[in-house]
């Protein structure tokens, strides 16, 4: 069975950083690419990063403009993880976190579906 576990979110004030982390668990991701999204309470879901397999295209990398400069996308292949590190963190960054694999090399968000998800785990920003 596949999971997704995400981690490292929680309560911080405007300008601080977090790391969230998400686990795979049930088969190996390394072929696939990851996601990350998140969830605002009465809006939609928001696509925030993407990484592609490694080595892909040279490695490919993309973000919404919302936190381009803000986050940063990474892996672990060894450890079936994928990262996210928030810099900057703004009110408006609160939200319910998700990460996501699609079985494909690439899934930029657009045009792609993403097959598995986390959970999420809660980011606050106060300001």
């Known amino acids: 069975q596949v999971q997704l576990d995400e981690s490292g979110g929680g309560l911080v004030q405007a300008g601080a950083s977090l790391r969230l982390s998400c686990a795979g668990s049930?088969?190996?991701?390394?072929?696939?690419?990851m996601g990350w999204f998140r969830q605002a309470p009465g809006k939609e879901r928001e696509f925030l990063a993407a990484?592609?397999?490694?080595?892909?295209?040279?490695?490919?990398?993309r973000y919404a403009d919302s936190v381009k400069g803000r986050f940063t996308i990474s892996r672990e292949d060894v450890k079936n993880t994928v990262y996210l590190q928030m810099n900057s963190l703004k009110p408006e960054d609160t939200a319910v976190y998700y990460c996501?694999?699609?079985?494909?090399?690439?899934?930029?968000?657009?045009?792609?579906?993403?097959?598995?998800w986390g959970q999420g785990t809660q980011v606050t920003v106060s300001s």
């Open positions: 049930g088969r190996t991701f390394s072929s696939y690419s």
């Open positions: 990484i592609s397999r490694n080595g892909w295209n040279g490695g490919r990398i």
């Open positions: 996501a694999v699609a079985e494909t090399p690439w899934c930029s968000g657009d045009g792609c579906s993403y097959d598995y």
